[in-house]
T-cell receptor, first 113, second 112 residues
Framework: DAGITQSPRHKVTETGTPVTLRCHQT?????MYWYRQDPGHGLRLIHY???????DKGEVSDGYSVSRSKTEDFLLTLESATSSQTSVYFC????????????FGPGTRLTVT | EDKVVQSPLSLVVHEGDTVTLNCSYE??????LLWYKQEKKAPTFLFML????IEKKSGRLSSILDKKELFSILNITATQTGDSAVYLC????????????FGTGTRLKVLA
């Protein structure tokens, strides 16, 4: 295992409520990522981090914010959840086998009603 | 606009068949292409390719990159039911950023 966990694993929330998903790693990796996966779209990058307090937007960042105050934790926040944000969210860390590969967490299934 | 296109979208074969999955890409300043296997959970890493013409091999799986024609193929020989999965291709969008764009995947089903 790459030592990456996500919490919660499942969540149902109502439209308009704030939601925070947590990604925790024990590997001390610099790069961390948040993706969403939807049928017909594959994995799409939301935000990523290249160090503590260093983050950048991905291709689908609207409606999401992130924070990384410690190396091991990368938080994804939906300020006001919408039904279009119903998805499976994966966190990933950059591996050291090749320096390019990513190891993914188990995923969080989020449903916004 | 950066993009990664995989084909076919889905494929059904019988055990023992050989399959070829395709990944074509258009990105700025290509540096790396990665293949992943996704069963009913998180994707797992298979191969990383950076140079044209050099085959990467792991058991019955192999992959090669053509940087001139901007594509990669993933071959699986003597398929088994355990190879049933979605195979994802990802390309770094701009060299040095470690940001990746994924294709939508090829869903492979291997029948016994």
């Amino acid at each position: 295992d790459a030592g990456i966990t996500q919490s919660p694993r499942h969540k149902v929330t109502e439209t308009g409520t704030p939601v925070t998903l947590r990604c925790h790693q024990t590997e001390n990796h610099r790069y961390m990522y948040w993706y969403r996966q939807d049928p017909g779209h594959g994995l799409r990058l939301i935000h990523y981090s290249y160090g503590v307090k260093d983050t950048d937007k991905g291709e689908v960042s609207d409606g999401y914010s992130v924070s990384r105050s410690k190396t091991e934790d990368f938080l994804l926040t939906l300020e006001s959840a919408t039904s279009s944000q119903t998805s499976v969210y994966f966190c990933a860390i950059q591996g050291v086998l090749t320096g390019y590969e990513q190891y993914f967490g188990p995923g969080t299934r989020l449903t916004v009603t | 606009e950066d993009k990664v296109v995989q084909s076919p979208l889905s494929l059904v074969v019988h055990e023992g068949d050989t399959v070829t999955l395709n990944c074509s890409y258009e990105v700025t300043n290509f540096r790396s292409l990665l293949w992943y296997k996704q069963e009913k959970k998180a994707p797992t890493f298979l191969f990383m390719l950076t140079s044209s013409g050099i085959e990467k091999k792991s058991g019955r799986l192999s992959s090669i990159l053509d940087k001139k024609e901007l594509f990669s193929i993933l071959n699986i020989t003597a398929t088994q039911t355990g190879d049933s999965a979605v195979y994802l291709c990802a390309v770094e969008t701009t060299s040095g950023t470690y940001k990746y764009i994924f294709g939508t995947g090829t869903r492979l089903k291997v029948l016994a």
